[in-house]
């Protein structure tokens, strides 16, 4: 099999939402591809693809969840194969949706993708205050607080957790990523965060980046 089609299995697989599928082809694709490259390329791209089945109303949250929950078995079974930076973690990250906003793919896939790079990753869920994100972050001694927000009106909630953090003097030591539809890096920007990522293999690029 050529690795395009490695690839389209694979995603094939996390969109059919059946782990055993799902697993299957990571065993196949193991011998062939580079584990971020199965993850990246494979997983993730059927994970995106069942985000947008989700939209147009074709799945529902029980096949999100499903496929989600498929896919962290896929990135599981490749643990072993990780390149295991001296087991010193690449640094601690605490990721969420924003209050009001219940929209859980997006960031689920990016906390994933943290997590297969080495970041000890705190996945706090979605529609959540201000105010838990600061007690994470300072229960965790986390060195970054990502912030997702899939709705302009959300959007605002973004910018609460960061006068938060200068409120209570942890703005130096806590670095801010924000992403989501609305978001824009001229809003990273006018909202004093550190960075902002388009989708999950550059929110993993950016964490790197800042945290090395």
Known sequence: MSKEELFQELAGAVVSCKKDAVLAAVEKAKGE???????????????NEVGVLFER????????????DAMTAGVTALK??????SSSKAGVIVNGTVEGDVHD???????????????????IGRDVPVRNFIEKAKEVNADMIGL???????????????????????????K????????????????GADCYAENASE?????KELLA
């Open 33 to 47: 591809l580079e584990p971020s490259e199965i993850i990246e390329k494979g997983l993730a791209a059927g994970m």
């Open 57 to 68: 109303g074709k799945l529902f949250l029980p096949h999100v969840m499903m496929a989600a």
């Open 80 to 85: 072993d194969l990780m390149p295991e930076g």
């Open 105 to 123: 793919i997006g960031k689920s896939i990016v906390s994933t993708m943290l997590q297969s790079a080495g970041f000890e990753v705190y996945d």
């Open 148 to 174: 997702s927000a899939l709705m302009t009106t959300t959007l605002q909630g973004q910018r609460d957790v960061i006068e938060l953090l200068k409120e209570e003097g942890l703005r130096d030591r806590v």
């Open 176 to 191: 801010v990523m924000v992403g989501g539809a609305p978001a824009t890096q001229a809003w990273a920007e006018k909202i």
């Open 203 to 207: 929110a993993v690029a950016k964490a």
